[in-house]
Nanobody, 126 residues
Framework: QVQLVESGGGLVQAGGSLRLSCAAS????????MGWFRQAPGKEREFVAA????????YYSDAVKGRFTISRDNAKNTVYLQMNSLKPEDTAVYYC???????????????????WGQGTQVTVSS
């Protein structure tokens, strides 16, 4: 089973930037689409961004489109989330997830992902 470890979270002022990383263990990264989700206190987990296994297709939630960029480096078994122009409403725990094997494209549905990291906290102050 793949292990996913997120890093790069922290405290940043509104308008600032952060880059999250998600490192996957083993040879279980290439060939799988990946996604980023987030969960704020008292709210349900929500989709942020997804990327196909080739990196050729990406998909974003309306809340982050134009501000966040998802990318991946299959040689390093790592997926990234570059977050710019951060807002206080972006405050949440951010999780990366590996999609189910049959998913060739991207999906915003949590049930299409079967492996999750432990999450990294992002806090944006106003």
């Amino acid at each position: 089973q793949v292990q996913l470890v997120e890093s790069g979270g922290g405290l940043v002022q509104a308008g600032g930037s952060l880059r999250l990383s998600c490192a996957a263990s083993g040879r279980t990264f290439s060939g799988y689409s990946m996604g980023w989700f987030r969960q704020a206190p008292g709210k349900e987990r929500e989709f942020v961004a997804a990327i196909s296994w080739t990196g050729g297709s990406t998909y974003y939630s309306d809340a982050v489109k134009g501000r966040f960029t998802i990318s991946r480096d299959n040689a390093k078994n790592t997926v990234y989330l570059q977050m710019n122009s951060l807002k206080p409403e972006d405050t949440a725990v951010y999780y990366c997830a590996r999609a189910r094997a049959y998913l060739s494209g991207t999906s915003y549905l949590p049930n299409q992902y079967d492996s999750w990291g432990q999450g990294t906290q992002v806090t944006v102050s106003s």
